[in-house]
């Protein structure tokens, strides 16, 4: 399991297994980012999750931090930072009203610098870790691109994750590092992202830009051939369609709020694994979506709630989770649900919403229930 929370597996090294595991369960269900190849989770937790966790505060990624771990300092520390004399290569600097980013000693590897007043990375910071660093948390500070000075963050050829979101940064900051994994820049105002910064990056499976103001020219082809990605958040953003070149490896894509009116023929082709696809709240409507369009097999939840659909698009008997809800439909086309209906011939629906459209439970065809024969939760409203 992946999942935001569970992410510090480096914890392992000094945490009693059982309390690790404790941790890992009890906390990973909320923030779960779905990526389904290494997560097999009941399929309604995509959703779910989401409302859980805009309540709990999505990415409080530190909460669990265990105070009783830090212990005395080791010797080679920033005086301002605690570093664990059993877990020598983190250097802990969150949390404390800093407003610069100390001095990083040789040897660290693992470094928190979130929730500070931090507006500025001085150069020379990283002098001394620039190959070795691999994580670097910066979530919740003032930073902006003007003072992240040349020979910081350009530096860093080692670095496995980077977490900046919620700063105030206009373009995407991105490490020289072919290791990294996972990169998340949500809640800053990134309006561009620099073309190739993510090229050859091949071990990048998730990457997280939520709540920006991103457009789909900006992400042009920036995430081509990074084969392991899986997810991509993009919701709330300013896409007026799908970013182009996206890798054949995506499972998942977020693109909720935004402007996006259509989907083209081919998005979706070269998407084989796609299986979760949210474009909630956009601008869809039916002439936005030719046919066949989203008659693809691999799709497993598709949320289309929120836009401007006339009719229900034609999907594939595969699907199991349609969610319709809050658009302008007013007939119930089950031949784009099942083209056929036989003993082998049925959709694999379990999930439909229809509530919010001009329909109610008396324009369900009398003979959709040979199609629809797995769905348990048809809702009008
Ligand atoms: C950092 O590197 C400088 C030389 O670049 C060296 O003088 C200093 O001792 C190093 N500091 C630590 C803590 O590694
Ligand atoms: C990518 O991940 C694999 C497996 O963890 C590792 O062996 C490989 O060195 C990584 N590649 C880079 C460029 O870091
Ligand atoms: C979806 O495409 C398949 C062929 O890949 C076709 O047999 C099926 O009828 C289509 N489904 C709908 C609802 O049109
Ligand atoms: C579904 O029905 C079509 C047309 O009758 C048929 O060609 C196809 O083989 C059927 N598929 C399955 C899985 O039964
Ligand atoms: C809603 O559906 C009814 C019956 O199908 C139809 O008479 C009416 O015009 C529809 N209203 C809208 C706003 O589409």
């Not at 999750?49 to 990624?61: E, I, K, M, N």
């Not at 300013?238 to 402007?259: A, I, V």
């Not at 509530?355 to 797995?374: E, Y």
Request: aromatic share 8%; glycine share 4%.
């Amino acid at each position: 399991m992946k999942c935001s929370r569970c992410g510090r597996q480096t914890f392992a090294d000094f945490l009693p297994v059982s309390l690790y595991i404790f941790l890992f369960v009890s906390i990973s269900p909320t923030v779960c980012f779905p990526l389904p190849s290494t997560v097999m989770f009941p399929l309604r937790v995509p959703i779910f999750a989401v409302l859980v966790s805009l309540t709990v505060g999505q990415y409080d990624d530190y909460d669990y931090q265990p105070a009783s771990q830090y212990g005395p300092s080791s010797a080679n520390c920033a005086q301002e930072c605690e570093c664990p004399i059993n877990f020598p290569t983190a250097m802990y600097c969150d949390s404390r009203n800093l407003k610069f980013v100390p001095i990083v000693p040789s040897g660290i590897k693992y470094l928190y610098l979130q929730n500070n007043l931090i507006e500025e990375i001085k150069a020379g910071v990283f002098d001394n870790v620039t190959a070795e660093l691999r994580w670097l948390v910066l979530d919740h500070n003032q930073i902006t691109n003007e003072k992240v000075a040349k020979g910081t963050i350009d530096k860093l050829t080692g670095l496995h994750k980077i977490l900046f979101s919620f700063n105030k940064l206009t373009e995407a900051v991105i490490p020289p590092s072919k290791s990294l994994d996972e990169l998340k820049m949500m809640n800053n105002q990134l309006s561009k992202f620099p073309a190739g910064s993510l090229a050859g990056m091949q071990n990048l499976t998730s990457v997280h830009l939520q709540n920006n103001e991103l457009t789909s020219k900006a992400l042009n082809g920036v995430f081509k051939g990074l084969n392991k990605l899986v997810a991509i958040d993009l919701t709330n953003n300013k896409l007026k369609k799908l970013p182009s070149g996206m890798p054949s490896s995506l499972e998942t894509f977020y693109g909720d709020h935004n402007d996006i009116s259509s989907i083209a023929a081919g998005d979706l082709k070269e998407l084989p694994k796609l299986a979760y696809l949210r474009l909630a709240y956009n601008q869809m409507a039916d002439a936005g979506i030719p046919a066949g369009v989203l008659n693809v097999t691999s799709l497993i939840e598709l949320d289309l709630s929120y836009n401007k659909l006339q009719s229900i698009p034609e999907i594939n008997e595969q699907l199991e989770h349609l969610y319709l809800q809050v658009n302008q439909i007013n007939k119930f086309n089950l031949e784009n649900i099942c083209k056929f209906s036989g003993p082998l011939n049925y959709s694999r629906l379990k999930t439909l919403r229809l509530d919010g459209n001009n329909l109610t439970h008396a324009d369900l065809p009398h003979d959709s229930s040979n199609c629809l024969r797995q769905a348990s939760d048809i809702i009008f409203d």
